[in-house]
């Protein structure tokens, strides 16, 4: 049975009609807080924004599972539904791309979609491609050392996997067996490098081998094909079998960030035909043909999460910005 066929039933996943509901909900409000962020940018209000149309049913897939205030996260910069999931809200979110004092992942220090917040478990990132992964490894060291019952994820793209962070990580975690799970979003490109152009193989899935534990891949565009994927990753991680690499075929929709042209490295074409294969588009028509979702249903959900987003971008605009007294707070050593 193909991971298509067997994510189609979502009970034996143990999913029930509100999982799926909630599941297409956060994705819905991942891609139009994106558009809604694009907006802003264009507006000459967000200095900088990094879409991740295209990416909401592996982030949604891999996620869902992850149980807040024990499980680990470490996303990427791509990552808006991971960290919906993981229970940052909208306003938060634009809290970051505004520079806000009350911006979760920095206090408007860091540059929007460099996700962190202490109080659900996700970890900081920063600029620099894959240096989550070894950060990932050593927090999943950490829980194993202390007997602890945590499964640290952590998220990346295909560019990250041609870094020596990277690969560092994975063998760290292969050699100590850790309970770390690794997803990557293989979109097909890093920035406007074609996959072809990185390696010299089709699946990424392959190089967990030479760690020394599973690599799997699965259709990106399928959240319940991601869902059943990462439900025996995790469950591997928690029974101390080690890691996992999960390789979710998907596409980015969008240019790189606000500041790429797109068009310069990939054909319209191309970018029209993945357009047929809309994670979004997919997922509804699974629920239209479960009879949970129709086109009155779907309006309503819509108008509700546009009018949520439209709130919290007033809020988020309006909330105060850093004190400039407070520019070098965490730079430098302080006296007790």
């Known amino acids: 049975m193909s991971t298509r066929e067997a994510a189609t039933q979502h009970g034996s996943l143990g999913l029930s009609a509100d999982d799926l509901a909630a599941m297409y909900r ?3 409000t991942a891609r139009l807080l994106d558009e809604a962020a694009l907006r802003q940018n264009r507006m000459g209000r967000a200095p900088f924004v990094i879409p991740g149309a295209g990416h909401e049913a592996c982030q949604v897939g ?3 599972l992850m149980r807040k205030g024990i499980d680990v996260w470490l996303p990427y910069y791509r990552d808006l539904a991971v960290v919906l999931t993981a229970g940052m809200t909208p306003r938060e979110v634009f809290l970051g791309i505004f520079a806000k004092a009350e911006d979760p992942s920095s206090g408007g220090r860091q540059m929007p979609a460099h996700w962190g917040c202490k109080r659900l478990g996700i970890i900081s990132g920063s600029s620099p491609i894959a240096t989550q992964v070894p950060h990932a490894a050593g927090i999943a060291y950490a829980a194993k050392l202390r007997g602890e019952d945590t499964v640290t994820t952590c998220w990346f793209g295909d560019g990250a996997t041609s870094e020596g962070d990277w690969h560092e990580g994975l063998n760290f975690a292969g050699v100590h067996k850790l309970p770390v799970v690794f997803i990557c979003e293989n979109n097909r490109y890093a920035i406007s490098v074609p996959q072809s152009k990185q390696m010299a193989i089709k699946n990424v899935a392959v190089r967990a081998e030479g760690y ?3 690599g799997v891949v699965v259709d990106g565009n399928d959240v319940l094909a991601c869902y059943a994927a990462m439900q025996e990753a995790h469950d591997r991680a928690r ?3 080690g890691p996992t690499l999960i390789e979710c075929k998907t596409y980015r929709l969008l ?3 606000s500041d790429d042209d797109d068009k310069t ?7 029209e035909e993945a357009r047929h294969h809309d994670p979004i588009m997919e997922f509804a028509g699974y629920l239209r043909s479960q009879g949970l979702l129709d086109d ?3 309006h309503a959900l819509r108008a509700a999460v546009k009018a949520e987003i439209d709130g919290a971008i007033m809020s988020a605009w309006d909330a ?3 004190d400039p007294a407070t520019l070098y707070d965490h730079l430098f050593a302080e006296d007790p």
């Open 296 to 298: 009155e249903a779907d």
């Open 255 to 257: 240019p790189h960030t």
């Open 320 to 322: 105060p910005d850093p």
């Open 265 to 271: 490295y990939r054909a319209a074409a191309e970018v």
């Open 26 to 28: 956060t994705m819905l």
């Open 62 to 64: 891999t996620s869902w």
């Open 239 to 241: 029974r101390g079998e």
């Open 212 to 214: 020394g534990f599973p």
